[in-house]
């Protein structure tokens, strides 16, 4: 299994990039690094994924070490609505199939 | 679209009640999952669903029954839960059960067992 390690908090101010470390140093060559968010009492967002490479969507980027084993979630203009718990998540094999494994995330809070 | 529904949205039952939660995903994906997360913790799995066969149970007590019916809908049947059973029921669907493939999630059902 791929433990993730994530600060328990983060704060971010409004409209500043928010930069948020994930350590997975036991990652295998083939699990994908996945970043979800949930916002209180929703179900969690799909933010995320890559493997080797940095990854950019509409959403965020993902900054990926060349040996793997931390990435960096960015969000580049953080805005209030970006409050929520951010799960960072090595997606793994269980008996052949794929599950994801929630760690205990980072809270972030952005503030105006 | 990336749509998962789930109903109801919140329920309260008594622990001699049978109830069942639904999950519904029409992006033609052919794996359901079950999780249950409780107050100020992550989601845990409970079970997966690949191509309507049951393909792991997370050693989920048998209070907890799931059913797929067909690819598009996962139900989730509960009989006498106790209250520590309460919690919020998220259901997600992925086009496999590739770790490739990305699992989305529905808002979930708030459960509270008196």
């Known amino acids: 299994d791929a433990k993730t390690t994530q600060p328990p908090s983060m704060d971010c101010a409004e409209g500043r990039a928010a930069n948020l470390p994930c350590n997975h140093s036991t990652i295998s060559g083939n699990e994908y690094v996945y970043w979800y968010r949930q916002i209180h009492s929703q179900g969690p967002q799909y933010i995320i994924h890559?493997?080797?490479n940095n990854e950019t969507n509409e959403m965020a980027s993902l900054i990926i070490t060349e040996d793997r084993k931390s990435s960096t979630l960015i969000l580049p203009h953080a805005t209030l609505r970006d409050t929520a718990v951010y799960y960072c998540i090595g997606y793994q094999g269980n008996s052949g199939y794929s599950t994801l494994t929630f760690g205990k995330g980072t809270m972030l809070l952005v503030s105006p | 679209d990336t749509e998962v529904t789930q109903t109801p949205k919140h329920l309260v039952m008594g622990m001699t009640n049978k109830k069942s939660l639904k999950c519904e995903q029409h992006?033609?994906?052919?794996?359901m999952y079950w999780y249950k997360q409780k107050a100020k913790k992550p989601p845990e799995l409970m079970f997966v669903y690949s191509y309507e066969k049951l393909s792991i149970n997370e050693s989920v007590p048998s209070r907890f029954s799931p059913e797929c019916p067909n690819s598009s809908l996962l139900n989730l049947h509960l009989h006498a839960l106790q209250p520590e059973d309460s919690a919020l029921y998220l259901c997600?669907?992925?086009?496999?059960?590739?770790?490739?493939?990305?699992?989305?999630f529905g808002p979930g059902t708030r459960l509270t067992v008196l």
């Open positions: 890559g493997l080797k």
């Open positions: 992006m033609g994906h052919r794996a």
């Open positions: 997600a669907s992925s086009f496999v059960a590739r770790t490739s493939d990305t699992q989305y």
